[in-house]
């Protein structure tokens, strides 16, 4: 996991070396984006369910992933399973989880950028790609409703943005 960070690190000041020595830090900000963790299928309420067994042990999985990473804020949806996949994180970061609206992507990543704070976005499999396009000015689509190990790195310094796609794998059964 150490190693992991430092690789997180060392592409951060990689992708903004030219502006290091130049600019304050307050210049450079990443967003983590992921999809929340796996949700319980069997549960009788399907359109809001809460996180399996696998989806709690991802949800602290992320909590350590992001331990030594600086963050300001943490955004979620309005629903069980993304809160319940911020919350780990929240709690050991002591930061209130903020809401965001999923149908209102484009408004959002612009209020992302233009508050330059290094955050975590806790979205869903038709949200998180797509939003991590519009943060970088790519498009991005949603992805398969299989995949729960996507973490997308935006770092941004200036006006240089650049995309990283990492991977936070769990061998779990429910």
Same mark, same amino acid.
């Given at each position: &996991? @150490?190693?992991?960070?430092? =690789?997180?690190? %060392?592409?951060?000041?990689?992708? !903004? ?16 984006? %992921? ?18 067994? !696998?989806?709690?042990?991802? /949800?602290? *999985?992320? #909590? ?18 993304? *809160? /319940? ?8 970061? #002591? =930061?209130?989880? &903020? ?22 976005? %806790?979205?869903? /499999? ?8 519009? *943060? %970088? ?12 190990? @996507? ?5 941004? !310094? ?9 991977? *936070?794998?769990?061998? !779990?059964?429910?």
């Amino acid at each position: &996991m @150490r190693n992991l960070i430092l =690789l997180l690190v %060392v592409l951060v000041f990689t992708s !903004c070396s030219e502006h290091i020595y130049a600019q304050n830090d307050d210049d450079i900000f990443t967003i983590y984006l %992921v999809r929340h963790s796996e949700k319980d299928l069997n549960a009788t309420n399907y359109s809001n369910p809460p996180l399996s067994k !696998c989806g709690e042990k991802r /949800s602290e *999985l992320l #909590n350590q992933f992001l331990k030594d990473v600086p963050l300001e804020v943490i955004y979620s949806t309005d629903y069980i399973r993304t *809160l /319940s996949t911020a919350t780990p994180t929240a709690k050991s970061k #002591n =930061l209130e989880i &903020m809401n965001y609206d999923p149908r209102k992507l484009e408004a959002f990543s612009q209020e992302l950028i233009n508050r330059q704070q290094d955050a975590v976005v %806790v979205g869903h /499999s038709n949200t998180t790609a797509v939003l991590a396009g519009l *943060l %970088v000015d790519e498009t991005l689509g949603a992805f398969d409703l299989e995949i729960y190990d @996507r973490i997308y790195q935006v770092v941004i !310094c200036n006006s240089k943005k650049q995309l990283h796609l990492l991977h *936070l794998p769990l061998d !779990c059964q429910d």
